[in-house]
């Protein structure tokens, strides 16, 4: 039997290496099989929408305002960016986005889309949500992780004033002892349901308490299994060297290092108050510095495998292309537990769904939850999207040869 399978592996991986080709994420049939004709329109237009600048930063405005005053906007919303880019309000909601993916060998990495809270009610409210998750999760097997905020269930100047070396008074230490136990809790639970939780990664100037929590229930939780994961932020340029450390340390104290790989998310705003306070910004100076990063850390992943899991949480292209050649390269199976894909839902269908098609552990990255409290994620990401120079322009011209090709 073990000859067998020997043998199987071995064929799949040279057939893997058929399949792998500079064009792979250009099969549009592929990539939007899940879509029908109008769906394929909607996409178009807010692609076409999204990519025009103006457009989106004074949208954001007036949308942040209408819901400000409460104007009945939400219906909008929903039908229009809400819908694109989210599973649902509600669980069951989400049912439906999850189950039409999972048609397609895709799963989901679940984000109580929330953001932005500051009163200890908000933050036993966020974790009441995401135990609710975790419990979903457990009883869904198309939910690959909960993705989580440290920040939606601590103050945001707390962490701010531990980073910069500020002593705390005994009501913030109480604070943080809380914060401490809620992040357990939710540790705990993950463990119990067997739901991972990814941790994501946040502004520079309050990531150090947040790293030195991570590591510690890192040590804890990820010995057996790996229930907890760190999200690294690569357009950060020391952001490699931490993630060489944490994967020497976790060899060292042996316990599994989980490793969600991004570029970033807060690019602009850590430029600006770099430049405002006047010191070194963390960001790397240009695109191919954060590009050979990503690539570099994509590589050191692969290579400590056996004692590292990862998430490649990547629109680009050739990032993705990198990491399953070094798969194959290295004779591992494509549904290798320790090796996951994710892009936004909404976005990266051609990475997505091909990647699926090979047998990877392919995934979307869905947030969910009510209208009103989402916008400001959603606000977010639009302006994300403007500054990440040509992908929403390679969205659009890709929904635009599928519509050509069905049209023929």
């Not at 906007?73 to 309000?89: D, M, Q, W």
């Not at 947030?367 to 009103?372: F, M």
Request: charge should be positive.
């Amino acid at each position: 039997m073990r000859l067998q399978h020997k043998i199987f592996i071995s064929h799949s991986i040279t057939n893997l290496y058929m399949k792998i080709s500079s064009d792979l994420f250009e099969n549009t049939e592929v990539a939007f099989q899940a879509k029908s004709n109008a769906e394929l329109q909607k996409a178009k237009w807010l692609f076409t929408m999204v990519g025009n600048n103006f457009l989106v930063n004074t949208g954001s405005s007036l949308a942040g305002l209408a819901l400000n005053l409460g104007l009945p906007v939400s219906p909008l919303f929903k039908y229009t960016v809400y819908n694109h880019f989210c599973g649902g309000e509600t669980f069951d909601e989400c049912k439906k986005t999850i189950s039409e993916l999972q048609k397609n060998n895709v799963g989901v990495l679940l984000n109580y889309g929330v953001e932005l809270k500051e009163t200890e009610e908000d933050f036993d409210k966020t974790i009441h949500r995401n135990l609710e998750a975790i419990e979903f999760g457990g009883g869904n097997k198309s939910v690959k992780a909960l993705c989580i905020k440290i920040t939606g269930f601590g103050r945001f100047g707390l962490f701010e004033k531990i980073q910069a070396g500020e002593a705390l008074n005994g009501t913030e230490k109480k604070e943080l002892e809380r914060i401490k136990k809620r992040l357990e809790k939710l540790c705990a639970a993950a463990e119990k349901h067997e739901v991972p939780l990814y941790v994501d990664a946040e502004e520079s100037w309050i990531q150090e308490p947040l790293d030195q929590m991570v590591e510690a229930m890192m040590s804890k939780y990820n010995r057996k299994q790996c229930i907890l994961f760190y999200t690294f932020q690569i357009y950060r340029w020391d952001r490699l060297d931490y993630l060489k450390k944490q994967v020497n340390r976790a060899k060292k104290e042996g316990y599994y290092l989980g490793a969600k790989l991004v570029r970033g998310a807060y690019m602009e705003k850590e430029r600006e108050r770099a430049a405002t306070l006047n010191y070194p910004s963390p960001i790397h100076q240009n695109k191919a510095a954060v590009d050979k990063d990503f690539d570099d850390a994509v590589r050191l992943c692969i290579e400590n495998i056996e004692q590292v899991y990862v998430c490649i949480a990547s629109q680009s292209e050739q990032s993705n292309l990198l990491a399953i050649q070094l798969v194959a390269r290295k004779k591992i199976e494509p549904g290798n537990s320790h090796i996951l894909f994710s892009q936004l839902y909404g976005m990266g269908d051609n990475i997505t769904f091909n990647l699926a098609k090979l047998g990877f552990n392919a995934t979307k990255y869905l947030p969910y939850g009510p209208v009103k409290e989402v916008v400001p994620y959603l606000i977010r990401r639009a302006q994300e999207n403007t500054s990440v120079s040509g992908q929403t322009g390679r969205e659009l011209s890709l929904i635009k040869r599928e519509i050509k090709r069905r049209n023929k």
